[in-house]
């Protein structure tokens, strides 16, 4: 597992010399479980973090500073700055005028735009303003930026390719997903040079060649997908209303919209899913940015000794005694959009337990899922056609089962939950013609648990609208203290 950073109060890296070393490791250890050896290996098909970026030096090499994470903060007061110019609420007013005169969807999201901490754009800009050395050097054009799959495809060829694709581009901020390209209004409107952005190819395509120094033979690169995306791809969710929900270190919620980007009011955000030759799949994404998190930061304080004891733990309370968690170590996002909640508990008593306190924990993780699963049916109006899950906390049965309660739906769990591995590798192997269609990959994937709802999602009502006003609470916070 890569270790993440915390350098000062709300900044989250990544050190990538440890990411590559690890990376390098992982390939080398997965081909030697297989039983195979590296020449055997006829492509390569990589999944990544998304919005996670760093930038480095053209002439050398050399990164100018660690990834800053999709979690990272540290460009608040960029964002609150921002959000609150006269000049965006200009925008926001031209841009409703243009919508109604032309009906074109670009400048309804434009008209609605709001910066979050979770867009590249605000880190990227937040650097530029910050570090001297970065600025310098992207005047001078000696300057990089790469979200992960970008960096790992340069060291992997050692600087002879500079890429992304379109699901990795659509995830910074950066990116029009009406125009399918970098959005140069948003560029000139930030001061981002659109000379440091890499060019973009499709999801599967033949992007040059792994340097034989690395694994001793020359590997194709033939997919780079971001890991929603990816989780998406894997679980074969390839038709419009088809809904992937995955909880790792976040919660990430898409729906398949088709052909065409979804314009939300509501924090979702459209999103390229894949695009493979003249195929392109949009998806509308909302998140929840501290399931996993809070997971781990509940084990650090002892409350359990590994996550797989705290379904039992939830299930031998009836209830969590009045006990609400709000998981918002990173703020809450779509749909109440608030950099500056915090998280808590709240309810305790002399006689809450370990018990009372894991169980409001995965409690939250279903609320939210009920708010992101409402957010999205309520915005897209696109009949949902199934539901299917993955990701770590998705073998968390208790989690699963309340989720599937309050959303009154069916949750398909697969065998084997880490959708985001086989996404890339379906991909990669389409890219090759191992599989020639997606029909033969929907073959490949297995339901291991169908959760059905048990009860119905009112038995929960009082309890959620509970939790909704702690959830009040916590909102604001920071701009209080």
């Known amino acids: 597992m890569v270790e993440t950073l915390y350098p000062h109060h709300g900044w989250v890296e990544i050190d990538p010399d440890v990411l590559w070393s690890q990376f390098v490791l992982v390939i080398k250890e997965a081909v030697q479980a297989a039983g195979i050896q590296m020449n055997q290996i006829v492509g390569l098909g990589i999944s990544t973090q998304r919005a996670t970026f760093i930038t480095w030096n053209k002439k050398t090499g050399n990164h100018f500073h660690n990834f800053i994470s999709w979690q990272d903060l540290r460009a608040t007061e960029v964002v609150k700055s921002w959000n609150d110019s006269f000049l965006l609420k200009a925008i926001h007013g031209s841009c409703k005028v243009l919508h109604f005169f032309t009906r074109r969807n670009q400048f309804l999201v434009a008209s609605l735009i709001t910066f979050t901490e979770q867009h590249v754009s605000m880190r990227l800009a937040w650097v530029l303003q910050n570090m001297s050395e970065v600025r310098q050097a992207a005047e001078e054009g000696n300057c990089c ?53 890499p060019p973009v190819e499709d999801t599967s395509h033949n992007y040059g060649l792994v340097d034989a120094s690395i694994f001793g033979v020359p590997i194709p690169i033939v997919a780079l997908v971001a890991d929603q995306q990816s989780a998406m791809f894997g679980e074969c ?59 781990k930061w509940a084990q650090k304080l002892n409350l359990f000794h590994s996550a797989e004891e705290t379904a039992d733990m939830a299930k031998s309370l009836p209830d969590s005694e009045g006990v609400y968690f709000v998981p918002s170590f990173s703020g809450l996002q779509a749909p109440l959009n608030d950099p500056c909640a915090c ?34 049916y309520k915005e897209t109006c696109i009949p949902v056609a199934c539901i299917r899950a993955d990701g770590g906390v998705c073998n968390n049965s208790f989690v699963m089962q309340m989720t599937a309660d309050l959303f009154n739906h069916t949750i398909d769990r697969p065998q084997h939950t880490d959708m985001s591995c086989l996404g890339a590798a379906f991909l990669a192997g389409l890219a090759l013609g191992f599989w020639t269609s997606k029909e033969e990959l929907k073959k490949l994937r297995q339901t291991g648990i169908l959760f059905e709802p048990q009860k119905k999602c009112q038995y929960y009502e009082a309890s959620m609208n509970t939790w909704i006003k702690a959830v009040q609470r916590c909102m604001n916070w920071y701009n209080k203290i």
């Open 145 to 197: 930026f790469g979200t992960v799959d970008t960096w790992l495809l340069y060291k992997l060829t050692k600087g002879s390719v500079y890429a992304t694709d379109y699901s990795n581009a659509s995830t910074t901020g950066i990116f029009d997903p009406y125009q399918m390209c970098w959005s140069s209004m948003l560029c000139c409107l930030l001061s981002l040079p659109i000379s440091i952005l």
């Open 237 to 295: 969710c390839f038709h419009t209303g088809d809904v992937k929900l995955t909880m790792g270190t976040g919660t990430f919620m898409d729906i398949n919209t088709g052909s065409k980007p979804h314009t939300s009011i509501a924090g979702l955000y459209p999103l390229i899913g894949w695009k493979i030759g003249e195929e392109v799949v949009f998806l509308a994404e909302g998140n929840a940015s501290d399931t996993g998190t809070a997971i």
């Open 343 to 376: 998280a808590s508990f709240m309810g305790l008593k002399s006689s809450t337990t370990k018990d009372h306190l894991v169980r409001a924990i995965l409690e939250s993780f279903a609320f939210r899922n009920k708010q992101l699963y409402d957010t999205l």
